[in-house]
């Protein structure tokens, strides 16, 4: 899913822990202890029980490996060190669909958010009529859950049932080839408006003032699109690109229906679709040391994308 | 999250870069806003028009598809009407196997409904306690927070199972329920909010009348905060909706199954059973009308909450 935008000074800020100002040495006393608590706490625990605390068992139990007594013998939990992180990292099928989202990201998300820079320019152009009509409808698929555009897209695609058979029965678009690329579309079709509507935010933001000069030199929507608007919303690009990326590695629900559409999608088609079916062997271990291993790679491709990006904006 | 870089080098090279557009399109008649030509306008219509049989088709398809019975849904015009069955069709799906649908549907209103509900109110307190009051470790709460919102939902799916399992509380409402409720990225919104919307001077004042702190942020701080409460909560809200690898690994009894869930159980079963396709086919089209619905009610806040987050 898409955690939305954010607020980069602030964010910035509370990084480097300049948000706050410096602690007084004195001593002062806490106003309203009791209700700092009482808006606080409820969170708070929920936070640790529900997410700090499964991130600590994840990378417990991938720290741990299954010992049996003989081949039927009972089964222990013992310390096992990196054990499953060496399966981890000799597991074809496991790097293989991490490869595959790497090859599906590359393609996808460039299209889609060059489509939904597109759309946001446009409407943000005068060029246009009946923009809250295109808004809207651009917009419509976000409301659609993933597993259910999965389905309506695997209906649209197949030899039989699809509106566009002439198309369809020549083209498969389920085959082991296309299939990927056909999770590609609903993806796109599902999150474009959505990231249209980010960047469209903050072309709003720009201030009227900034064209004028550009359009008394005679700079047409072209050129004023390209060499102001583009440089501008940068940021928001940026952001949508890596919530692009991190979706992409998750990806899980759009393939896993897909699999009733496709006999080319297989259990292991994705990361997540690999730590499931490891984990419902029930390999839990090995399962848990992929989840840590995704997490972690997710993290890194986030940052490595944001320091080549950040780089560039300062060269 | 600092994904988001400094505009002001951006700033600096507009100037530079404007000035040789000069030529291109030739001077614009001073003093009014030039007119543009035909050909980009037509362009821009058109590139929209296509785009918008793009995401509207299938949902048409889907609305088409759902008013058919069986023989025509083979048999006619994939994208036009031929007997109108779409009563019929509801009827069937809801007398399915005793409203196990209309069940599912209750489902994920709970899940996602009131989740969302309890999230926000929660993500509210928390984040207006970080904005507005001075304590120590103010600062590390939120920072943990934050690296909060980076942690993928799906990656958490695994361990919560394993957690679950060990208390025995999997396969029931809460273990889809309960991890739906945090909302990370509620709390940096609202406290973010809350410093820019809610005047200290208005609390002092508040206390002043003797108000409690708990009441104030009730009566008074709750309503200044509106706009991001409803963002958080449509964020939420879609999440829950479409929360998949949650329900695939804790869920095995049917009649807990959100509805998104169950179409899925349905669809992977088609080949087996197929009267379940006309079952699927009208299923999503009734699940989604509510959440586009809300969408366009509430798209108003929808983008205030965007643009409280994306402009600053």
């Known amino acids: 899913m898409t955690a939305p935008v954010t607020t980069p ?33 409820p969170f708070g625990l929920l936070f640790l029980l529900f997410y700090l605390v499964p991130i600590g068992y994840a990378i417990y139990q991938s720290l741990l490996v299954v010992e049996r007594e003989g081949t039927y013998g009972a089964a222990t939990e013992v310390f096992g060190g990196l054990t499953q992180y060496a399966l981890v990292f000799q597991n074809e099928a496991f790097w293989t669909s991490v490869g595959r989202m790497l090859v599906f990201g590359v393609v996808q998300v460039p299209i889609m958010l060059g489509l939904a820079l597109l759309f946001a320019l446009l409407l943000d152009s005068p060029l246009l009529r009946g923009k809250k009509f295109f808004r809207l409808a651009f917009f419509v698929p976000y409301a659609v859950p993933g597993v259910i555009a999965a389905i309506m897209w695997g209906f649209l695609f197949s030899p039989n049932l699809s509106p566009f058979q002439e198309l369809t029965k020549q083209v498969d ?25 980010i960047i469209y935010s903050s072309l709003l933001a720009i201030p009227a003032e900034i064209y004028e000069a550009a359009v008394l030199d ?21 952001l949508t690109a890596i919530f692009s990326i991190i979706g992409t590695l998750q990806l899980l629900a759009e393939p896993q229906v897909f699999r009733s559409f496709s006999s ?27 989840s840590v291993v995704l997490a972690l790679a997710t993290f890194v491709l986030s940052f490595t994308f944001l320091r080549i990006t950040r780089k560039k904006a300062e060269a | 999250m600092s994904a988001v870089i400094d505009t002001e080098a951006a700033h600096g090279s507009i100037g530079s870069d404007v000035p040789a557009g000069r030529s291109r399109r030739g001077a614009a008649p001073a003093g009014r806003r030039p007119k543009e030509r035909f050909i980009p306008r037509a362009g821009a219509m058109l590139v929209m028009g296509v785009f918008t049989l793009y995401f509207l088709v299938p949902i048409w398809w889907l609305v088409v598809a759902s008013t058919k019975d069986r023989a025509d849904f083979l048999g006619t015009n994939p994208l036009w009407f031929a007997d109108f069955a779409f009563f019929d069709n509801v009827a069937a799906l809801f007398a399915y196997r005793d409203g196990v649908y209309l069940r599912w549907l209750l489902n994920s209103v709970l899940y996602a409904g009131f989740g969302a509900l309890v999230a926000t109110l929660l993500a509210a307190m928390c984040g207006y306690a970080l904005a507005k009051y001075r304590f120590p470790g ?26 679950f399992s060990r208390v025995q509380l ?58 991001a409460l409803v963002t958080v909560f449509l964020f939420q809200f879609v999440a829950i909706w479409n929360n998949f690898f949650l329900p695939l690994i804790m869920l095995r009894s049917e009649e807990l199954f959100p509805v998104t869930f169950g179409l899925y159980a349905w669809n992977s079963s088609i080949n087996q059973f197929p009267e379940l396709r006309s079952f699927v086919l009208v299923g999503a089209l009734l699940s989604i009308i509510p959440l586009i619905v809300t969408f366009l009610l509430l798209q108003r806040y929808w983008r205030t909450g965007l643009g409280t987050g994306a402009l600053k």
């Open chain 1, 9 to 41: 000074a602030a964010a910035r800020d509370a990084a480097r822990g300049t948000g706050a100002p410096p602690a007084p040495h004195r001593r002062r006393r806490i106003q309203h202890p009791g209700a700092i608590v009482a808006f606080v706490a």
């Open chain 2, 138 to 163: 103010r600062e590390a709460i939120f920072n943990v927070v934050l690296g909060g919102v980076l942690v993928p939902a799906t990656a958490l799916a695994l361990p919560l199972f394993l957690l």
């Open chain 1, 264 to 290: 080319a999608v297989t259990s292991t088609y994705t990361p997540n679709m690999t730590i499931y079916a490891t984990s419902s062997i029930p390999n839990v271990n090995l399962a848990a040391a992929f």
């Open chain 1, 173 to 197: 678009f389920l085959s082991a080839d296309l299939v990927l690329w056909s999770i590609a579309n609903v993806v796109t079709w599902v999150f474009v408006g959505y990231n249209m509507l």
């Open chain 1, 218 to 238: 005679g700079a047409g929507q072209g050129r004023i699109a390209w060499s102001i608007k583009i440089p501008l919303v940068r940021p928001a690009l940026i």
């Open chain 2, 170 to 227: 999997t396969d029931t409402f809460w273990s889809v329920f309960l991890p739906s409720v945090v909302s990370p990225f509620g709390v940096y919104l609202t406290r973010v909010f809350a410093e820019a919307s809610v005047p200290d001077e208005l609390l002092e004042a508040s206390r002043l009348d003797g108000a409690g702190e708990v009441r104030t942020f009730f009566t008074v701080s709750i309503r200044l905060m509106f706009p």
